[in-house]
C-alpha cells in the first residue's frame, strides 16, 4: 500500500459504516505477539518516533509522502483510529519485543464494503530493516486480516523498483500478478508497481502444511 489512504485534506468527522464486519476490533485493535515483535493499536504517543523513523529518505522514497511534522503523524493517527471505529481500516503500530517505541507501522484498508478484499501496506524504520521483523509481524497482520476481518483476497502493491518490499512480499507466500503500468505518482514521476495477492484459502492451506509461523 504505497499510496497511503491518509491524506492531511481528510481530516474531517467519520461516518460510522453499516456494515458488520466482525466482532470488536472495531472497539480497539487487538494486541498481537510475535517472536520478534508486537503490534498494537496507534497511540498518540507514537507520533514522535514515528516521525523520525518514517520521514527517513530510504523509507519514504517509495510510498506517499509521510507527514511532514509530528503534529501531522498525530493527525494521522487521530484518523486511523476513526476509520478503525468506522470499520474501514485496521493501522497497527510496530514495537519490537524489549521495546516501547514504535518502529513502523502495518495497515490493512478495505476495498469493498465488508472487507472481503482488501489492500495492505507497510513502512518500516530502515534501522531495523533485515531483522526479521517484518516476516514476523507481516504474518500476524495477513492472518487478522484472513481470520478476524473475513478477507478472502488481500493486495499489495510495490514499485517495480522496491526491490526490497517486493522481495519481502514475496517471501511471505504474495502471488505476483502483473505489473500496474504508470499507477503510482512519486515526485511528479510515475512509477510502475508489482501488483500482489495472497487468497485465503491458500493462506490456510501453507499454515496446515508448514505449521503456525512458518507460512513463506
Given at each position: ?122 513502512a518500516i524504520g530502515s534501522a531495523f530493516w533485515g531483522t526479521g521483523i517484518f516476516q514476523d509481524g507481516g504474518q500476524m497482520v495477513v492472518n487478522f486480516a484472513i481470520e478476524t476481518l473475513g478477507v478472502t483476497r488481500l493486495e499489495a502493491r510495490a514499485a517495480v523498483a522496491n526491490g526490497r518490499g517486493n522481495g519481502a512480499l514475496r517471501k511471505l507466500g504474495a502471488v505476483q500478478e502483473g505489473v500496474l503500468r504508470r ?34
Amino acid at each position: 500500500m504505497e499510496k497511503m489512504p491518509y491524506q492531511p485534506d481528510m481530516d474531517r468527522p467519520v461516518q460510522t459504516a453499516t456494515e458488520t464486519v466482525s466482532s470488536d476490533w472495531r472497539a480497539a485493535l487487538p494486541v498481537l505477539s510475535g517472536s520478534t515483535v508486537t503490534l498494537r493499536e496507534l497511540q498518540l504517543e507514537d507520533a514522535p518516533a514515528l516521525f523520525a523513523m518514517l520521514t527517513a529518505e530510504e523509507v519514504s522514497r517509495f510510498i506517499s509522502p509521510p507527514p511532514t511534522t509530528v503534529e501531522g503523524f498525530v493527525k494521522f493517527i487521530t484518523w486511523a483510529r476513526a476509520e478503525r471505529a468506522a470499520g474501514r481500516y485496521a493501522c497497527f503500530a510496530v514495537v519490537p519485543n524489549g521495546m516501547t517505541t514504535a518502529i513502523g507501522l502495518f495497515q490493512v484498508r478495505s476495498l469493498e464494503p465488508g472487507f472481503a478484499t482488501a489492500e495492505w501496506g507497510f513502512a518500516i524504520g530502515s534501522a531495523f530493516w533485515g531483522t526479521g521483523i517484518f516476516q514476523d509481524g507481516g504474518q500476524m497482520v495477513v492472518n487478522f486480516a484472513i481470520e478476524t476481518l473475513g478477507v478472502t483476497r488481500l493486495e499489495a502493491r510495490a514499485a517495480v523498483a522496491n526491490g526490497r518490499g517486493n522481495g519481502a512480499l514475496r517471501k511471505l507466500g504474495a502471488v505476483q500478478e502483473g505489473v500496474l503500468r504508470r499507477s503510482f505518482l512519486k515526485n511528479g514521476q510515475y512509477l510502475d508497481q508489482m501488483l500482489w495477492s495472497i487468497l485465503a484459502e491458500e493462506w490456510r492451506q501453507s499454515k496446515a502444511v508448514l505449521g503456525p509461523g512458518r507460512v513463506h
